[in-house]
């Protein structure tokens, strides 16, 4: 344990020009992080302060010059996160990289290396102070930031080895970072055992006791999908609320089957599960993969929340028409009578009084006419096109959102490309082809309906059998 008083009171101040430090943050054994503070003018700007002893056991027994040469290599593997932090000092998902400073000490043989980060709060304190609500939709965006994070570091060849909670930073513009890349390496495939037990992979796991690991990128998703797990099931690893830690971990460790965390939905669920699946084959490929799927989740969250609630295709006792799926409905046309008066030639006084109520009715009525004509043409165009492109109307059911008689994956590609139009009232669709497109049939097209569209054509294509189920059969058998 070092004496970070006295290493405290070795560092020269201010630093950098006019930084000095302020309060403790945060404290490890290898390390501790302050605040730091600058004034300015007409205000004060702060940072993080990572100050980081280099020295080597003095009760070493060795000669001066193998402690020197091991004083080296310590220096250059503290160096080794600030080389990495520069790399992604490009991303606004990684904890900023701003300046660093080696530092000889007096007391002891060895330097402190001095890092300056942005000011960032840790996730768990910032969860202790309210400010971050474990919803699943704060938990998704938190996953959609960190993991751009990670997949930056990953682009760059570097492997983080520490993932977990409390490297996870809340700016105060909302966004999360990931930062602390103090054990990454920057190999394709690293073989040294290092990270946060809990957090840990199990082919790192495992090889602890034989002396190295090979692994790639897909152990440090293993860690992020632990990360999620635990925020989605109340702070507990999977298996912790039946065991004590120690034996939930070994449970994991030996493949046992995960159960989806508590508060997710099977949707996001799904997602965790993958990322920390047992068999690093069943895994994500890449970081990619896996902020592709939590994105279009996110997206279809977001529409189905904007979406507008539909109304049934037929007139109701208020007088509206129904619009199609998606699309607030419309006042249905009256019909217009003109007064008797207005139509009779009478005194010059009538005439005065009539005149100015006639204009904005004969000016409504040409509306209402224009509207109806435009509707005509615009079905008319309708039926035309699908009578050249060999189609019918009866062509379309459900799922068979491009008409040719064929649900496949064109059908869910082009409705999950077309949804956030519909839900915007800008849809290109057919009347026709919004009834095939709700494919839920709950009156409203939002990307659950591509979604499921989806995963009907993932169960064609997986099906060996010639037997493959119809839609609606499918749909009835899964429901059950």
Not at 37 to 59: F, G, H, M, N, T
Not at 289 to 310: D, H, K, Q, T
Request: aromatic share 8%.
């Amino acid at each position: 344990m070092f004496d970070f008083k006295a290493i405290i009171d070795e560092i020269p101040q201010p630093l950098w020009g006019n930084w000095y430090i302020t309060d403790r943050v945060d404290s490890g054994v290898y390390s501790e992080v302050y605040k730091i503070e600058a004034k300015k003018s007409e205000r004060i700007d702060y940072s993080l302060l990572k100050v980081q002893p280099i020295v080597i056991d003095e009760e070493l027994n060795c000669s001066e010059e193998q402690k020197n040469a091991l004083l080296e290599e310590k220096r250059r593997e503290a160096l080794n996160e600030n080389t990495v932090m520069h790399k992604l000092i490009n991303c606004p998902y990684i904890a900023g990289y701003l300046d660093e400073s080696i530092i000889p000490l007096r007391y002891m043989q060895g330097y402190v290396l001095l890092t300056r980060t942005e000011y960032l709060m840790e996730l768990p304190s910032l969860m202790k102070k309210g400010g971050f609500p474990p919803t699943e939709e704060n938990i998704l965006r938190l996953a959609a930031n960190i993991g751009r994070g990670l997949n930056a570091a990953h682009k760059q060849g570097i492997h983080h080895r520490d993932i977990k909670p409390s490297n996870f930073f809340a700016a105060p513009d909302g966004t999360f970072k990931l930062g602390d890349f103090n054990i990454s390496g920057s190999k394709e495939s690293v073989r040294t055992v290092s990270g946060t037990a809990g957090y840990l992979a199990p082919e790192i796991y495992r090889s602890i006791n034989i002396g190295g690991a090979d692994y790639t990128n897909k152990a440090d998703i293993y860690s992020f999908g632990i990360c999620l797990y635990q925020l989605m099931n109340d702070f507990f690893f999977p298996f912790e609320e039946e065991c004590d830690t120690e034996q939930a971990v070994e449970r994991r460790m030996n493949g046992e089957p995960l159960q989806v965390p508590k508060k997710a939905s099977p949707e996001f669920g799904r997602i965790i599960l993958r990322a920390c699946a047992f068999d690093p084959a069943v895994r994500y490929g890449s970081m990619d993969e896996m902020l592709c799927e939590i994105e279009n989740l996110r997206a279809m969250r977001s529409v189905a929340a904007a979406a507008p609630v539909s109304v049934p295709a037929l007139p109701d006792s208020s007088g509206y028409y129904a619009g199609t799926a998606g699309v607030q409905p419309q006042p249905k046309p009256q019909p217009q009578r003109i007064p008797a008066q207005t139509a009779q030639v009478s005194s010059t006084k009538n005439e005065k009084k009539s005149s100015p109520k006639l204009i904005p009715l004969l000016l409504l009525l040409l509306l209402l006419a224009v509207i109806a004509l435009i509707a005509v043409l615009i079905n008319k165009d309708d039926n035309e096109n699908e009578k050249n492109s060999g189609k019918t109307v009866s062509a379309y059911e459900t799922g068979d959102v491009d008409g040719d008689g064929i649900v496949t994956e064109s059908d869910a590609s082009l409705l999950f490309n077309e949804y956030t139009l519909i839900s915007a009232e800008k849809s290109s669709f057919t009347e026709k082809q919004l009834e095939a497109a709700d494919v839920d049939g709950d009156g409203i097209i939002t990307g659950m309906d591509a979604m499921i569209l989806r995963r009907y054509c993932s169960y064609k294509t997986e099906t060996d059998s010639d037997d493959i189920l119809s839609l609606e059969k499918w749909l009835k058998q899964n429901k059950e």
